[in-house]
């Protein structure tokens, strides 16, 4: 059984949206949550990338955001999270961006689990 924990270095009050793929054999279960909320938590087991995992927004709620990826019928989840600032003409950070593309078994296309979350410090 594998399980990957991703912290997402998200303020409480920033607006948070996300899109969430899969294209794997076993199932898969991502959540979505914090301290104070749990934003999502979806299963899907199909080679086929559509329908999308999880798609939607919100207001980050708490502390300690937290992505976790759930694969149970695979020994180990690999991949490594990137993260970019989202910034003004002027060089001001007014977000962030977190990609994470997984592989769960061995041959290594790290297409079975796809996240990608953004996070601005104001909505509208």
């Excluded at 912290?7 to 199932?27: C, E, H, K, L, R």
């Excluded at 749990?38 to 995992?53: A, G, M, V, W």
Aim: aromatic content about 8%; hydrophobic content about 40%.
């Amino acid at each position: 059984m594998a399980t990957r924990l991703f912290s997402i270095a998200v303020d409480a009050g920033n607006y948070i949206s996300w899109f969430v793929t899969t294209q794997a054999s076993f199932a898969v279960t991502v959540t979505l949550k914090d301290d104070v909320k749990q934003y999502f938590t979806k299963t899907k087991q199909s080679r086929n990338i559509e329908p999308p995992l999880a798609l939607d927004a919100a207001v980050v709620a708490g502390s300690n955001l937290q992505m976790i990826v759930d694969i149970p019928s695979s020994t180990a989840i690999l991949g490594t999270p990137h993260s970019n600032d989202i910034l003004t003409d002027k060089g001001d950070i007014v977000g962030k961006e977190y990609t994470i593309c997984l592989e769960d078994e061995k041959d290594q296309d790290y297409n079975d689990v796809a996240i990608s979350i953004i996070a601005w410090k104001k909505k509208g």
